[in-house]
Structures are given as C-alpha cells and as structure tokens.
C-alpha cells in the first residue's frame, strides 16, 4: 500500500514539474536582457583584469630576472588589455508598428483608401 501511494505522489510531482510555464512578460524580458549584458560586462571586465594582473607578474619577472643577471627570451606579443569601461546598458528600442507587422493583410483590401477628391478639399486649411 506504501508503495502505490508513493508511487502514486512520485506521479503527480513529475505532473506538476512537466507543466507548462507561461510566457515571459515585457518587463521580465528586458530585466533578463539587462542581466545578460551585465553577464557579459563583467566577464569582459575578468578578462580586463586578468590581463593586468599578468602584465604585472611578467613585469615583476622580467625585473626580478634582469636584477639577478638570468638572459631571458623576449616576451611574446600579446593584445593590449582592453578595458570595458563601467556599465552601461541601453535597451533595445520597441519596433514601430510599420515593423512590427501591424497591417491588415494584403487580401483584404480590394481598392486604395485615396480618392480623386484634392487634399485641400477634404481638409480644408484653418484660417486664424
């Protein structure tokens, strides 16, 4: 009996993690975006500060070797460190409806709004 009811709770539990979540909101979306730039800044700014921190024990080394009268090789070429700047992060702007896709299809229409009538007459030009 403990072990059909186990099994049976076992089966309701992998019921409820399989569910569907619903989709992500505007705004969780963009806080995600924005997570993922300060991911990535931060991984740039590691990157910068490893890269320091290498130029100085290379220094140290080259100083340290040259002090005890030791030949060393040259150092090999490498990019300078790059530094990423403090962190900012714009988002993306919001598509106009033109781009979003907004329109009505083209089947729909069987004739262009315009008219023959002149402009001027439909809207004539308020006099102050």
Avoid: I, R
């Avoid at 619903?22 to 590691?46: F, H, I, N, V």
């Avoid at 403090?86 to 008219?115: D, N, Q, R, V, W």
């Amino acid at each position: 009996m403990k072990k059909l009811l186990t099994l049976g709770l076992l089966a309701a539990a992998s019921a409820a993690v399989l569910a569907k979540l619903p989709p992500l909101s505007d705004e969780a979306k963009a806080k995600a975006a924005e997570a993922a730039a300060k991911t990535a800044w931060t991984g740039k700014l590691e990157a910068y500060q490893l890269c320091k921190a290498q130029d100085k024990v290379a220094a140290a080394y080259y100083k340290s070797a040259k002090a005890a009268g030791k030949d060393t090789k040259p150092p090999a070429a490498a990019p300078a460190c790059a530094d990423p700047g403090p962190f900012a992060y714009t988002p993306p702007e919001a598509k106009p409806l033109e781009a979003a896709g907004a329109h009505s299809p083209a089947g729909t229409a069987t004739s262009p709004p315009s008219t023959k009538q002149p402009d001027a007459v439909g809207n004539p030009a308020k006099k102050s």
